[in-house]
């Protein structure tokens, strides 16, 4: 099945505590990205990923870091995490050129940050 | 004007009704608009694309006015199942897959 995966779907955690949330997709699609909902503000793009080895900032990447050392996968990092930083996290990704901009999303990391 | 604004609504809507939600978009250029739908906790999903003067799927009209900015989203005969958030997406200027998404317009249908 093409799917989006991303884990873990739930965390809670601390401030502080350096926290991997990975992302991976089979379809063998070339872009990925990171987004950010939260109440009132919308999905909000914190990195994107244009192909392998290269990425570049979304709208609100501040304390975020991602690489994308192989095409399927696209890990989002919180070197240090903090409470404004508890949010929805969705991974998406798709092809380039035709068809560029549907998005596969996957299910979505629900993080708290105490 | 903002790069995608929408009526958060919500829209709260008897089964069988008409509704429709507009999007504005500020980026003059912009070739191709998408609509998304997000349930309640859930991913967005693609519900339909917008290349030209506007799309259809069944229920579900999409219409482009390009000389105004602004695109709509046309649902008839509205269902249970409609009840959803529904997010306009219009792709960032010069990037392929670069996408910024509206705040979304919340529809509840009732019985």
């Known amino acids: 099945e093409a799917q989006v995966t991303q884990n873990p779907r739930y965390l809670i955690t601390v401030t502080g505590k350096k926290l991997t949330v990975t992302c991976s997709q089979n379809m063998n699609h070339e872009y990925m990205s990171w987004y950010r909902q939260d109440p009132g503000l919308g999905l909000r793009q914190i990195y994107y990923s244009m192909n392998v080895e290269v990425t570049d900032k979304g709208d609100v990447p501040e304390g975020y870091k991602v690489s994308r050392k192989e095409k399927r996968n696209f890990p989002l990092i919180l070197e240090s995490p903090s409470p404004n930083q508890t949010s929805l996290y969705f991974c998406?990704?798709?092809?380039?050129?035709?068809?560029?901009?549907?998005?596969?999303f996957g299910a979505g990391s629900r993080l708290t940050v105490l | 004007r903002k790069e995608v604004e929408q009526d958060p609504g919500p829209f709260n809507v008897p089964e069988g009704a008409t509704v429709a939600f507009n999007c504005t978009y500020s980026?003059?250029?912009?070739?191709?608009f998408f609509w998304y739908r997000q349930d309640c906790r859930k991913e967005p999903k693609l519900l339909m694309s917008v290349y030209s003067s506007g799309n259809e799927d069944g229920r579900f009209t999409a219409q482009l006015n390009r000389a105004s900015q602004y695109i709509s989203l046309l649902i008839r005969d509205s269902k249970l199942s409609d009840s959803a958030t529904y997010l306009c997406v219009v792709p960032r200027g010069g990037s392929q897959g670069n996408l910024i998404f509206g705040k979304g317009t919340k529809l509840s249908v009732k019985p």
């Open positions: 980026n003059s250029a912009s070739q191709s």
């Open positions: 998406a990704s798709s092809f380039r050129g035709l068809g560029a901009n549907v998005l596969t």
